[in-house]
């Protein structure tokens, strides 16, 4: 079973592989990402023009139900391309997209980072913990912690592959990948107990100076909690090559 299955153009059915940590009526922000990506690039598609800003406003908890989502051009160029994106459920509008795309070009590299490490053998820690068998996403992915790990608070290193697909019967492409696994990190680098609090991000911001390769992707992630009620949770991103960006969220902290 896909994480969604189409219904029509722009109208998804989801199923429990979508299913937060939260709350199993609602879903991890991961696969919505990963969907407003999958629709993103069905809209005016252009060769020579890559997806290299993402940001995600998160409005509710987007709940396991059939979801619709609209997008438009925001601004057309021969450079560059402005899109965005709402998703819906039920006449109610839960998140909201915006996207650059920007041109390909030749131009010298910097100098980045290599993957961090060699992608870990499977561990039974993540198996028994609330990662590996607790909600519907944690359960849609292999995990391998090369650094912290699930039960541990604080920074963690964390690789990442999606064993079932996105979309029932479509390509499942890097991008969408690293969209769908980018919204972890504020899970994977919890700096507070998940059964004294909540911590959930409002938001998320993907950066890239390259296009990600391959199925597995890699995140070095850390968060910050401040004393009045939010916190903030950054993550290098890497694919199986090397670095590619950077991911951001803003998380609404409570008690439980």
Avoid at 219 to 239: C, E, F, I, K, Q
């Amino acid at each position: 079973m896909a994480m969604y299955t189409r219904l029509a153009e722009g109208r998804y059915r989801a199923s429990e592989h979508t299913q937060g940590p939260w709350d199993p009526r609602a879903q991890h922000m991961g696969p919505v990402t990963a969907l407003i990506v999958h629709e993103l690039d069905r809209t005016a598609p252009r060769p020579g023009l890559e997806l290299s800003k993402l940001v995600v406003d998160v409005f509710a908890p987007v709940p396991v139900a059939e979801l619709e989502i609209t997008t438009d051009v925001t601004r057309d160029g021969k450079r560059v391309q402005c899109l965005s994106a709402s998703v819906s459920s039920g006449g109610r509008e839960y998140a909201r997209a915006s996207a650059w795309r920007i041109r390909t070009a030749d131009t010298p590299a910097s100098p980045v980072a290599g993957p961090p490490g060699p992608i870990p053998p499977p561990s039974e820690e993540i198996a028994r913990s609330w990662l590996g068998s607790g909600f519907g996403y944690g359960r849609a992915l292999d995990w391998r912690f090369a650094a912290g790990g699930p039960a541990r608070p604080g920074p963690a290193t964390v690789w990442g592959r999606f064993t079932v697909p996105l979309v029932e019967g479509e390509e499942f492409t890097p991008m969408e990948r690293l969209a769908a696994f980018a919204d972890s990190g504020n899970g994977v680098s919890a700096a507070l107990g998940f059964d004294t609090h909540v911590f959930v991000n409002v938001d998320l911001t993907i950066s890239l100076f390259r296009a990600p390769e391959g199925e597995w992707t890699c995140m070095n992630a850390a968060t910050v909690v401040g004393p009045s009620g939010r916190g903030l949770t950054r993550s290098t991103l890497y694919d199986g090559t090397g670095e590619v960006g950077t991911a951001i969220q803003t998380l609404f902290v409570a008690p439980r």
